[in-house]
């Protein structure tokens, strides 16, 4: 039995022609034919059984068979807000990664002791469909370009907000812990710092604005992973 192939399709339910990109890939890699069918997704909840009408070099037209609307797979948003490490392989593997375990909204944040200050957000959205389309997810994370640090907690002021560091004076407490107390929203935000951390005057301004002091646990991780486990810990407190 053939697999069933994926694609992104924001205007799934209007249009009648693959994407570009995703047409090449229909046609060039997967050798799709008229009357074949595919799977369409548009990232805002909905999957659609589609066949293929018509495939030349540069087209795949398709009409809809059936619109299959996803139940949510999470209550509430989960929220990664990370500083990019210097080397963007491991910001895109991230990327990757916490799109599989599932997200909604993912920030990079430039702070103080960044050591990135440039990310090209069309690439990391290109990672971020293609894991969508691996781990068959009906919604597509929203990815933020670069934003000041004291500006992000300036605007965001609601829901559960947490800041992971590694400062011994600054009191912490362990995030899964606090994403498990009873709350009156299932929204979850967590900041994770640059690869020498935030600086304290940056956790203590977060925990001045309202964000919760937390640690990810008794080892010290690199960036990434701690931007990992602290999506897996949002997943896992919601089951």
């Known amino acids: 039995m053939k697999e069933t192939r994926y694609f992104y399709v924001p205007d799934a339910a209007t249009g009648h022609e693959l994407p570009e990109e995703e047409a090449q890939h229909a046609l ?4 799709l034919q008229a009357g074949d069918e595919m799977m369409l997704m548009d990232g805002v909840g909905n999957f659609y059984r589609a066949e293929v009408t018509a495939a030349s070099n540069h087209h795949c037209l398709y009409r809809v068979v059936e619109t299959l609307p996803q139940p949510l797979q999470w209550q509430g948003r989960v929220h990664l807000a990370i500083a990019p490490t210097k080397m ?3 910001m895109e593997w991230l ?3 916490a799109t599989e ?3 909604d ?3 990079f944040l430039d702070c103080q002791f960044s050591e990135r200050r440039v990310v090209k957000v069309p690439r990391v959205e290109k990672i971020v469909v293609s894991a969508v389309k691996q781990s068959r997810k009906a919604t597509m994370p929203v990815v933020n370009p670069l934003t000041p640090f004291r500006q992000f907690i300036a605007s965001h002021t609601e829901g559960r907000r947490y800041i ?3 400062y011994e004076e600054v009191p912490r407490v362990y995030l899964f812990d606090e994403l498990r107390k ?3 929203t299932a929204d979850a935000l967590v900041m994770i710092g640059p690869e020498g951390d935030f600086s304290i005057d940056e956790v203590r301004s977060a925990v001045a604005a309202g964000f919760v002091s937390v640690d990810l646990g008794q080892s010290r991780l690199r960036t990434e992973t701690a931007g ?3 999506v897996m810990m949002m997943q896992l407190s919601k089951t």
């Open 182 to 184: 009873p709350s009156s």
């Open 28 to 31: 060039r890699v997967l050798r």
């Open 105 to 107: 909204e993912i920030t």
């Open 88 to 90: 963007m392989e491991r």
């Open 101 to 103: 375990v599932g997200i």
């Open 95 to 97: 990327m990757e990664k």
């Open 228 to 230: 990992l486990a602290a």
């Open 164 to 166: 992971a560091h590694c």
